[in-house]
């Protein structure tokens, strides 16, 4: 992995700028999944800004459309589709250039599908391949050539992308990309690759860049952010030190911790700060140690439980929320009871629940029976009553 400055890719932008001069030309950008999509999507929108684009929100305005996909939830899928047959007559039409990225573009049952049916899409980038976006439209636009620039290498990392933020006060920054761990019910660790950290002296400068413009409360992302490691020494509880101590931040976020990776470095460094916020996102997913076991977690119901005893006991005030994935494949009652018994116990503020749904890439991981339709919708409303 190499980081890299983004400058080099600034010759492409002028190029298209070039090819533009003298029309007026439009964008829309439709971005699906997780918060890290949506800063991809605001770097591709500071990138197609400086090319000379100005954001739309009706497609059928737009000269580029432009899909940030994301391939966790399944519907994700029939959405894509769906929004591509609707473009299918503009786009004859106008001629307008469809571009798609995002992490379902690495999966290659995916790409056969465009390929084969949705012929009329210009440009499909992977999720390491954003950078190259001002290229691959170069070429699409000069060549009127159909460009499919996808890697399965873990990509490197690139400093100093145009961003286009889309809030004044709130903004998120990315400290890590991809993950280590292959919970055996995601996908993240096959599409977007495995754990890289940004140097913390780039983060540091970012923020304190946000905190110049007027910037008040920044989020910290990763897939895994509690493992971030420059590999120059600065953990995440050093970024957090140091994040905190930027005049002008107000309020510090960061969004997915794992909780096996929740050391007593980093519950001491929000400990010290007024500024991090006292609700801290802390995924369980399950209850059961039997199921976090099949999930591959690497902590039981007792590790976590634990933990939360002992962030309570170091700060007070502090409040939780949490993820749960409800029918994994081979959950019983009485597991399921497990995760109903640490609802109640954590009070947590807020519960995200997740339906367990077979995704392509991680079916032959894990084959457990499957729980009914009716099952899983019977323990969420379970889950609800118990909060
Ligand atoms: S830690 Fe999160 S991103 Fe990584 S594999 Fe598990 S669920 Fe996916």
Redesign the pocket.
Known sequence: MKILDFDQENEYITKVNNLNKNKELNYHILTMGCMLNENDSEKLSGMIEKMGYKKVDEPKEANLIVFNTCCVRENAEEKLFGKLGELKNYKNETGAIIAIGGCMMQEKHILEKLHKSYPYADIIFGTHTINKFPEDLYNAILNRKKITDIEYIDGDIYEKMPIKREDKYRASVTIMYG?????T??I??YVRGRERSRRAEDIIKEVQELANQGYKEITLLG??VNSYNDGNGNKFSDLLKEIDKIEGIERIRFI?P?PKDFTDDVIDAIKQSNKICKILHL?IQSGSTEVLKKMN?KYTKEQYLNLVKKIKEQIPDVLFSTDIIVGFPGETEKNFQDTLDVVKEVKFEQIFMFIYSRRTRNSSRYNGKSNTRRCKTRKIQQIKRTC
């Open positions: 993950c280590n761990n292959f919970c019910y995601c993240v660790p897939q895994n997915s794992h995924p977690r």
